[in-house]
C-alpha cells in the first residue's frame, strides 16, 4: 500500500536513509519537506511496516524526485518501480510534463532504474555531492 508520509512516520525513514544513504536528509530536512506546500512524499508499506518512501517537489510543469529508497531486504522486488508509477500518477494529475532528478554517476542500481523507466542523462553535474562525487541530471517526459 502507498500512502501519503506522515509526521509520525518520521523517525523510521530516517532510520531508513541513514542506513541506505549515510548522509542524504536527516530529521529536520524531512520536517522542512513535510511543511512545504510543494513538497510531497509517500512511503510504502507491507503489512503497516515501511519498507521504501519516495519524496518530489512540484514546481508548474515540473516534477522533481528528491527522495527515493527501498528497504536492503526488499529490493528488487519492483517496489521502486511501483513508487515511481505513483508519484507519475500524481505529477500527470497536476499538469506536470517533465520529470526530473540527480543521481550519483556512482549509484548503479539507482542508474539501471531509471534509465529503465526512460529517463535519460541530460547533463553531468561535477562534484555535485557533499562528498564530492558527480552527478548525472536526468529527466523524461510525462
Ligand atoms: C535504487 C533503489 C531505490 C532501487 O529500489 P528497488 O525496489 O530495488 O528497485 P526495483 O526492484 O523497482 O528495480 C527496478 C529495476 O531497477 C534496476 N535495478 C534495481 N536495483 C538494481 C541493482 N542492484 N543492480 C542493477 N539494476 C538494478 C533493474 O533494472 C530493476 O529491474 P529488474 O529487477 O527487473 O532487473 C534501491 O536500490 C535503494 O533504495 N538504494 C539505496 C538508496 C538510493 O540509492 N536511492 C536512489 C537515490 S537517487
Known sequence: MIRELLEEDLLEVVRLEKELFGDHWDHDDFKKELDSDLSHMYVLT????IVGYIAITILYERVEITDLAVAKDKQRQGYAKLLLDH???????????VMSLEVK??????????????FIVMRKRERYYKDGTDAYEMARGI
Not at 46 to 49: A, E, Y
Not at 110 to 115: G, K, N, T, V
Open 46 to 49: 507491507i503489512d503497516g511496516k
Open 87 to 97: 508519484v507519475t500518477k500524481v505529477a500527470k494529475d497536476q499538469g506536470c510534463e
Open 105 to 118: 554517476v556512482t549509484n548503479i542500481p539507482a542508474l539501471r532504474l531509471y534509465e529503465g523507466y526512460d
